[in-house]
Each structure stands twice: as structure tokens, then as C-alpha cells.
């Protein structure tokens, strides 16, 4: 087993140990930390490894969110089921918006995706009848177990989190090292060699696409199956930006920086909230602060300096 | 009402919003154009101009058009300002990348949101209109002042359009916009000329926002909407054209304003970003430009 993998399983196993230490309101935290972590992951897929900035994410976790939340609310469907419908929808949604916006690179792709997303906000607010628009609703308690086990408790709730968001990590792990994710690193560092070089760039974009909306789209469904709550916010572009912010934070392109910059985040919020509600203010100078003194992030800046082993 | 003059309701509401929309989307172009990078806190130096309009009308008391002229000047200057401080700072340090550009003006965007909370409150508050008289057509009567904004809105593109064509700093604008090495070596002070047309797109922005406040009331969060237009009227219009955006603008603000009154207004915008998206998909280079691909 190689330091990196030793590394992740390492997490992992911390991260499975920690909830009998942490007290109950950082227990409940790190839940929706690991669950936003993975929605984190999946963004780092196509921002980080293949250099696409899109601003449109928020529309493979909606999908994952709404899938699984409408058909809890009017299909009576079971949890596991709604996590692979999640993971369909985020999967389908993020291939047809690819096929039509990978036509286009660079600003003119955040753009379209930034487009593409506000079209499916307001979707879900037009068809407000069923998704309750901004209002949201809130799932069944009967929608929310999985083998007997509601997802309501706690500790079910954390090793649910802990699962999806294991399940992306290492997923992210495998396609950092595979040869696929060395042909998305070729994309990013120098598109037009690599098509020279006799590789399908349009279709590695795609499959890239495709495979970070599913991770969004699982992302999406944990959280309305673990949280009990479904509403537009979770839609809207503030949550395009947000994954954005997580991934330069922790470090773009590296495994586990989208966790790291996840967890840092939510407690910068949450420690400054308690003496100022200027949490937009913290977002904002986190960004300018980061893309003009720290543009590699935390851990890209570490592997530069000091572990080049780091995946 | 028939729908003969429900429909000229319909326009002139829509004519209303073409001109400020128009007015936002030049800002958002002249930046585009000239230095090549989008400035998503657009949206936000609009929301700006509406505050300050009316915090300016609120501290000048007497006839109201004293202090809608006072805003006229004030809330520009200041909204300028601090778009040419934010350029100086952060974007000329970027390098002016494109990608660098919108991660730094996103984060712009929440600041300016949240500094505008914390000071002026999430209460929408109204502005007093500067001249207060309707016209009255035999269907229906219409406020006076809304043809104004239609009126002050055109007269301040024409001068737009005559600083870039017919005076000197038109002219390094438009050399920078070509070439900006070249222009560089004929002593033009490249960077000099960014940060101002920075801050005068910024300062067209603040422009419409106090033209529209009598209508619609000031709000911290005023400045989404007019920001995804002002992305679709630019893209379809074709970047740096300004001549394409002012058209585009009232094609868009024309038929956003009549499918609000007919249909559903949430409807309007689906439509409006959908064909931005395919006009984008199908003509990538043609409306933006190979150097900013």
C-alpha cells in the first residue's frame, strides 16, 4: 500500500473513529461537512483536474437533491433508491448540459453553465406547485430510512455521510491515478497538444462532466435524505460559487484538499458568526484572498513545497 | 382593456426596461471589450448606485428633483471610485486573467453585497420621483417620469458613443481595445486606461440604477437580475460591439417586458437564459471573440 492510499484510508478511518469523541453539535457539523465535501469532490473532478470552471454545479447537486427528494414526496420511494435516482439524474442532467455547453471553453463555458444553471433554478421554482420553490419542503420520516435505520439519528446519519463521501474520495482517488485522470491533467495543462496527440479531448471532457454530475447528484441526494429538506437555495448559483470556493481553498486537483477546504470553511462561518453575521463578507475576501496570494490552496501549496507525492 | 393599447402598455413597460437595461449591459461591454475580462460584481456597482441614490435623496430635503439630480452626480462618482480602487488592487495584480477575473469579482460581489446589508439594512426603500406628472392616453394614463428615464438613458448613450468616437480619450480606449501592445508603444498608459474604463463601466451601472430607483425601490440584492441580463444582452449582442449590445438590449428588455405582462415573468428569464445558452453553443467564437476562448 502506498503513502497515498495509506493517507485516505487514514482519513477515513479518523474520520469513522472521531464521531464517538466529538461532542453532539460537531458530530451533527461534520456530517453535513463530509456530505458538502463530496459535492466538493465531484466539482474538483472538472475544475481541478480538468481545468474546467463551471459556474453550474448547482444544478448536478439540485438535480441529485430534487430527484430523490420528489420521488420520496410523491413516488413513496425508498432511501437507497432515491441516492441512485440522485445519482442518475446528476449523471443525465450533466451529459446533456456538457454535449451542448463543451462546444464552448474558458469564459464562454462559465457562461453557458452559469446559463444553463440559472435555467434550472427558475425551473424549479416555475413547477412551484411541486417543489414549493424558496419555501422547500421537508421529507417524511418514513422516506428517510435505510435497513430499518432512520436517517433522522444521529449516528445512522453519520456513517451515511461518512459512506457517500467515502465513496467520492475514493473515487476521485482512483481517477487521479488512473490514466483517464492523467489524460484530464494533459487537457488542463495544454488542450490543444493533447488533441495532437491523438486524444479524444471533447470525449474525456464529457466522461469528466459526466462523472463529477454524478458525484454532485449522489452529493445532492444524501443531503436531502440525511437533512430531511429540500428547497431551491440548494439550486442556486450561491451553490456554483460555494464548491468553487471550497476546492481553491483546500487546493485544486488534489484529493483531499476539497475536504480540507470544506471543513475549513464551514468553521470560519461558524466561529465568525459568533460575533459578526457577515458571513458574505468572509466569502468574499476568502476568494480575492485566495486567487491574488494562494492560488494552488492549501494542500496544492504543500505538494509544491513539500510532499510532491501528494495525489 | 383591448389588446391594442394593453399591448402599448406592454411595450412601453418594456421600453422602460430596455433603456436602463441597455445602459447596465454598455458598463458590462465597454469592460468586456476593451479588457477582456467579465466582471461578475456588475450587478452589484448597479445595486450600489440605487443605494447611494438614496441616501443622497434622503440627506437633501427640499423639492425632490434637488436631490435626484444631487444622486445624478454623486452616486456615479462614488460607485467609480471604488471600481477603480478594486481594479488597482485586485485585477491589474491577476494580470487581468480571465478565469483569476471572475473568482476575484465573485468574491468583490460578496463583499459590496454585504458591506450594503450591514449599512443600509435588507429593507427595500423607495426614491421619490424628481418630476411628478402622467400622461394621459385615451386607454390608459402613464407616469411622466418613466419616459424620461427612456429619454436620459439615450441621451447618455449618445455620449458614451461620442467620448469613444470623437475625443482623445475615445481614442486610446479603442487603441488599447485593439492592440494593447502596440498601444503601449505609442506611450499610452495601458494601465491607466483600464482602471478608468473599469470605473466608467461601473459608473454607467450606478447610472441606470439611479434612473430606475423612483420606479423600482433600493434593495441589497437589486443587483442579480440586472447582472444575467446584462450577461444575455452582451452575448447577444456581441462582445465589444457596443452598437450590438445597445440593440440586443432592447430586443431582450422589449420582449421581457411584454412576456412578463402576458405570461409569467419567472417564464420570460427561463426562455431569455436558454437562448443565451444556445446562442453561446452554436456561434462560441463568432459573438465572443477567439481571444477570450
Redesign the interface.
Known amino acids: 500500500m502506498s503513502r497515498a492510499v495509506g493517507l485516505h484510508l487514514g482519513l477515513l478511518a479518523a474520520l469513522a473513529a472521531a464521531q464517538f469523541l466529538l461532542p453532539d453539535y460537531h458530530h451533527g457539523n461534520l456530517a453535513r461537512i463530509m456530505v458538502l465535501a463530496a459535492f466538493a469532490s465531484a466539482y474538483n473532478i472538472t475544475f481541478g483536474y480538468a481545468g474546467m470552471l463551471s459556474l453550474g454545479h448547482a444544478m448536478f447537486f439540485g438535480a441529485g437533491l430534487y430527484a430523490a427528494g420528489l420521488a420520496a414526496e410523491f413516488g413513496g420511494t425508498a432511501a437507497p433508491l432515491g441516492l441512485v435516482l440522485g445519482v442518475l439524474a446528476g449523471a443525465i442532467v450533466a451529459t446533456v448540459v456538457g454535449l451542448l455547453a463543451l462546444r464552448t471553453t474558458g469564459v464562454s463555458f462559465m457562461i453557458v453553465t452559469l446559463m444553463f444553471a440559472q435555467a434550472g433554478f427558475l425551473t424549479v421554482l416555475y413547477f412551484g406547485e411541486f417543489t414549493r420553490g424558496d419555501e422547500g419542503f421537508v421529507l417524511a420520516p418514513a422516506a428517510r430510512t435505510v435497513l430499518g435505520l432512520s436517517l433522522a439519528d444521529p449516528a445512522t446519519r453519520y456513517w451515511a455521510a461518512l459512506c457517500v463521501f467515502g465513496a467520492v474520495m475514493l473515487g476521485s482517488l482512483a481517477l487521479a491515478r488512473s490514466a483517464f485522470g492523467r489524460v484530464l491533467a494533459a487537457i488542463r495543462e495544454n488542450e490543444e497538444r493533447t488533441r495532437m496527440l491523438g486524444y479524444d479531448v471533447f470525449r474525456a471532457k464529457l466522461m469528466a462532466l459526466a462523472v463529477s454530475g454524478a458525484m454532485a447528484g449522489a452529493a445532492g441526494a444524501a443531503y436531502a435524505l440525511l437533512f430531511g429538506y429540500v428547497g431551491a437555495t440548494f439550486a442556486s448559483i450561491q451553490y456554483s460559487i460555494l464548491p468553487l470556493l471550497w476546492v481553491l481553498m483546500g487546493g485544486a486537483a488534489t484529493v483531499l484538499g476539497p475536504f480540507l477546504g470544506t471543513l475549513l470553511m464551514f468553521y470560519l462561518i461558524d466561529i465568525s458568526s459568533s460575533f459578526t453575521t457577515a458571513h458574505m463578507m468572509i466569502v468574499g475576501f476568502a476568494l480575492i484572498g485566495l486567487i491574488l496570494f494562494f492560488p494552488k490552496g492549501i494542500l496544492g501549496t504543500l505538494r509544491e513545497r513539500a510532499a510532491p507525492w501528494l495525489p | 382593456m383591448d389588446l391594442g393599447p394593453y399591448l402599448m402598455l406592454a411595450s412601453l413597460e418594456g421600453a422602460v426596461g430596455a433603456a436602463v437595461l441597455a445602459l447596465t449591459a454598455l458598463g458590462l461591454s465597454l469592460v468586456f471589450g476593451v479588457m477582456r475580462i467579465?466582471n461578475v460584481a456588475h450587478g452589484e456597482f448597479y445595486m450600489l448606485g440605487a443605494v447611494l441614490a438614496w441616501w443622497v435623496t434622503s440627506m437633501i430635503g427640499g423639492h425632490p428633483a434637488l436631490g435626484f439630480v444631487a444622486a445624478m452626480v454623486v452616486a456615479p462618482l462614488v460607485v467609480g471610485l471604488i471600481a477603480a480602487a478594486a481594479e488597482r488592487l485586485?485585477l491589474r495584480?491577476?494580470n487581468y486573467d480571465?478565469?483569476?477575473t471572475?473568482?476575484?469579482t465573485?468574491?468583490?460581489?460578496?463583499?459590496?453585497?454585504?458591506?450594503a446589508?450591514?449599512t443600509y439594512g435588507a429593507d427595500a426603500r423607495p426614491v421619490p420621483a424628481p418630476i411628478d406628472f402622467r400622461i394621459q392616453f385615451p386607454w390608459f394614463g402613464y407616469s411622466g417620469y418613466k419616459l424620461c428615464v427612456i429619454v436620459a438613458s439615450a441621451a447618455l448613450m449618445l455620449g458614451v458613443w461620442l467620448v469613444l468616437t470623437r475625443t482623445r480619450a475615445g481614442l486610446m480606449m479603442r487603441a488599447t481595445q485593439y492592440d494593447p501592445e502596440t498601444a503601449r508603444a505609442f506611450a499610452i498608459p495601458v494601465g491607466r486606461v483600464y482602471a478608468g474604463v473599469f470605473a466608467a463601466g461601473a459608473m454607467l451601472a450606478a447610472l441606470g440604477a439611479v434612473l430606475i430607483v423612483p420606479i423600482q425601490q433600493a434593495h441589497y440584492l437589486m443587483g442579480h437580475d440586472p447582472l444575467?441580463l446584462s450577461?444575455?444582452v452582451v452575448?447577444i449582442g456581441g462582445l465589444g460591439s457596443l452598437r450590438g449590445t445597445v440593440l440586443a438590449a432592447v430586443i431582450i428588455g422589449m420582449s421581457d417586458g411584454i412576456i412578463s405582462v402576458f405570461f409569467?415573468p419567472?417564464?420570460a428569464?427561463?426562455l431569455a437564459?436558454?437562448l443565451?445558452?444556445?446562442v453561446?453553443?452554436?456561434r462560441?467564437t463568432g459573438l465572443?471573440g477567439a481571444r477570450?476562448?
Open positions: 467579465v485586485v495584480r491577476l480571465p478565469e483569476a471572475i473568482v476575484a465573485i468574491g468583490l460581489l460578496y463583499v459590496i453585497q454585504q458591506l446589508l450591514s444575467l450577461f444575455i452575448i409569467s419567472t417564464l428569464k427561463i437564459t436558454l443565451v445558452a444556445f453561446l453553443v452554436w462560441p465572443f477570450a476562448a
